[in-house]
């Protein structure tokens, strides 16, 4: 007998509908003879609704009580799922993160998984249960605070279980047919890709691409637990993300050369003006942005003008931190020694994945050619071995990211691109 770990989100159970329709899903996934063990995420925009309702409340909420709060989405759904599964004459046990094992550190709001401990979990399914865990959430190991695992977390909590489970697979449904060439919600013509290496994948989430979050694709590559994604609204086939290609009838799928475009506009730019263009600057700066607890993304340092022995070097980071970022450094202007600031949340990232960018000459060039054409101006770029991320305006981000598609004959034929729910908020 196989142990399966499905995952629905959201938008799979935003309404009593939904929860009925996924509940029989799952009974099917369990006559057709496995164990089950589900993780679910807070229906619809629960989450969202939340987070404004404390905002309301306090304009800075404690982190535990945050978490505390946040976490009863994922109870209100798991609880519903367990009583929809019953209704259909199955056993189901809901559990909340903490009681499922999963162990995190006590960094609230982004708690990182140190341990899952299922005992409960495994003793649930063995005695003929489907099991169902709120996703996105568990406990600090040394204080025995309920903690949250950052937007999206869900999927982390349903490949961490697998792992410690030893499933076969995870299955993360979603409100999509699976991981596709772009944003199906920006480029229409995007293609669903049938299967997808751990390296390409990881590079597309830390992109921006939303199906899958990085930290989840990170702990799936560790373990090395097959993911497919799919759609909860369809009965297609998804993405597989493995270490390896599929077979598909006797031939395997191929390595694409590109993987995909992602976008990003959850990002902003810092400028530091005039830093004088000597050792132990950028390690000041990089110094307190680190101690702030930011993590930051490009870095770019100008040409110091030899007149004044002054430089710029600029950084994106994440819009939320960017308050954070701007305090730390001000605070810190006369240790590091610098002009002034200079913030911009208007611009957008794109990036090209592939592995095949390592063995084929002119990916570069094609793709600034691309944006070339499509009139749009690049502000910053970085590289990695299978990646080229520009940023630009904000503005420009969804013409980009559609002339980049087109150029690299990554447009399907079809329409096959649907989106079947979530607001997308
Ligand atoms: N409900 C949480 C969120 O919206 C976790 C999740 O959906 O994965 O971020
Ligand atoms: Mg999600």
């Known amino acids: 007998m196989g142990l399966v770990v499905q995952k629905y ?4 159970v935003a309404d009593a509908e939904g929860i009925k329709r996924v509940a029989k899903r799952i009974v099917e996934a369990k006559k057709n003879g496995n164990q089950v063990v589900v993780v679910v995420s807070a229906m ?5 609704e939340l987070i404004d309702l404390a905002e309301q409340v306090s304009p800075m909420p404690a982190g535990r009580e945050f978490d505390m709060l946040l976490t009863a989405g994922e109870r209100i759904s798991m609880a519903l799922l367990a009583m929809a599964i019953k209704n259909l004459g199955h056993e189901a046990q809901s559990f909340t993160g903490s009681q499922a094992g999963v162990i ?3 960094v609230h709001n982004k708690a990182r998984i140190i341990d899952v401990t299922p005992g409960r979990i495994r003793d649930s399914i063995d005695n003929g249960n489907i099991a169902i865990v709120a996703g996105f959430q568990g406990v600090s190991a040394d204080k ?6 950052g937007r999206g977390g869900s999927d982390t909590t349903a490949v961490a279980l697998a792992a410690a489970l030893d499933a076969e697979v995870c299955e993360i449904y979603t409100d999509v047919d699976g991981v596709f060439t772009a944003d199906p919600r920006v480029v229409k013509k995007a293609r669903k890709i049938d299967w997808i290496a751990f390296e390409d994948m990881l590079e597309l989430a830390a992109s921006g691409s939303k199906v899958l979050l990085h930290r989840c694709v990170e702990y799936a590559r560790r373990y090395n637990i097959p993911i497919h994604v799919r759609s909860s609204f369809s009965g297609l086939k998804g993405t597989w993300v493995s270490s390896e290609p599929i077979e598909q009838g006797d031939k395997k799928v191929e390595q694409a050369i590109i993987s995909g475009v992602a976008h990003d506009t ?4 810092i400028t530091v003006v005039g830093v004088p263009d000597k050792p132990g600057e950028a390690a000041s700066i990089f110094r307190t942005i680190a101690d702030a607890q930011i993590n930051i993304d490009m870095v770019v340092q100008n040409v110091s003008a030899a007149a004044t022995g002054l430089t710029d070097i600029s950084f994106t980071l994440p819009k939320t931190e960017g308050r954070k970022a701007i305090d730390a450094l001000e605070a810190n202007r006369s240790g590091i020694g610098f002009d002034s600031l200079r913030y911009d949340d208007q611009i957008g990232k794109i990036s090209l994945v592939g592995a095949g960018m390592k063995t084929n000459p002119g990916v570069t060039a094609a793709f600034f050619e691309a944006l070339s054409d499509a009139g749009v101006n690049i502000e910053l770029i970085s590289t990695s071995e299978i990646r080229i991320s520009v940023v630009t305006r904000a503005d420009d981000v969804n013409e980009a990211v559609r002339a980049v ?5 990554l447009d399907s034929d079809s329409d096959e691109a649907v989106v079947y729910g979530g607001t997308g908020r």
């Open 405 to 409: 598609h087109t150029a690299f004959g």
């Open 266 to 269: 959850s990002e902003a730019k």
């Open 9 to 12: 989100g959201g938008s799979s």
């Open 44 to 48: 619809g925009d629960t989450t969202d």
């Open 144 to 149: 025995k605070d309920i903690t949250t695992l």
């Open 104 to 106: 995190t550190d006590s």
